[in-house]
């Protein structure tokens, strides 16, 4: 894996600048922000064909919020399970501090062991989801995210790769979280730039698990977005 080339490839296109500022604002939009998710798996996706310069046009709104929010929703989908528990702790801890007067005994225990299954649980899925957007990205429909076997066969046969993207993912998040040090300026520049440089090592990923032979699964670039987005 070409771990500079993850971080230095956005200073390759000549608009670099108008695009990193496009994006940082429309990450600041509730919402509005699944637009710039999408973009970034357009990203993964050209850096998997192996486009020189893999940064796209701000020329597909529509797909890129489409296919943002459906990543947002796998991602809701797969955090269901803790979701679920930590209702039902909430529930059971407001019985047990109504009935008692406070918050105890089995309350408490439950309340502890939810608390532990959800960092467990939010591990597993930082781990899990990297690899199931990349089968997303390749298979383009909903249903790839869930193709729990084929997610795993890219995870285990890729493993090296694979793990050094997740590194590559981690050090982009701190760069990106340097924007609440240097306020608005930071805001708009890092966060959405760190997204960016995690997108390309998963497209180097991407790029490695899959034969070039396939990437004509993708769409090009003036192709019309596939109906499953």
């Known amino acids: 894996m070409d771990i500079g080339r993850a971080f230095t490839f956005v200073f390759d296109d000549e608009d670099w600048i108008k695009k990193i500022l496009i994006g940082g604002i429309i990450t600041l939009i509730p919402i509005v922000n699944f637009i710039a998710i999408g973009y970034g798996l357009r990203v993964l996706r050209n850096v998997s064909?192996?486009?020189a310069k893999p940064l796209p046009e701000w020329d597909d709104w529509g797909g890129d919020f489409v296919r943002g929010a459906l990543i947002f929703v796998a991602g809701l989908v797969y955090a269901l399970p803790i979701i679920v528990l930590s209702i039902v702790?909430?529930?059971?801890?407001?019985?047990a501090a109504d009935a008692f007067g406070d918050v105890g005994g089995i309350?408490?225990?439950?309340l502890f062991g939810v608390n532990c299954l959800s960092v467990l649980w939010a591990i597993a899925m930082a781990l899990w989801l990297p690899a199931a957007t990349i089968r997303f990205a390749r298979e383009e429909n909903f249903g790839a995210f869930f193709e729990f076997s084929e997610i795993w066969a890219l995870i285990s046969n890729?493993?090296?790769?694979?793990?050094?993207?997740?590194?590559v993912s981690i050090i982009a998040g701190i760069v990106g979280g340097l924007g609440t040090?240097?306020?608005?300026?930071?805001?708009?520049?890092?966060?959405?730039?760190g997204n960016l440089v995690s997108m390309h090592a998963y497209g180097q990923?991407?790029?490695?698990?899959?034969?070039?032979?396939?990437?004509?699964?993708?769409?090009t670039e003036d192709e019309e977005p596939p109906a499953s987005f």
């Open 49 to 51: 064909r192996g486009d």
């Open 89 to 95: 702790s909430a529930i059971v801890t407001a019985i």
């Open 107 to 110: 309350a408490g225990l439950c």
């Open 158 to 167: 890729n493993l090296g790769a694979y793990a050094m993207a997740i590194l």
């Open 181 to 193: 040090i240097l306020c608005v300026i930071g805001v708009i520049f890092t966060s959405f730039y």
């Open 205 to 219: 990923v991407a790029a490695v698990a899959t034969p070039p032979t396939t990437m004509d699964t993708f769409a």
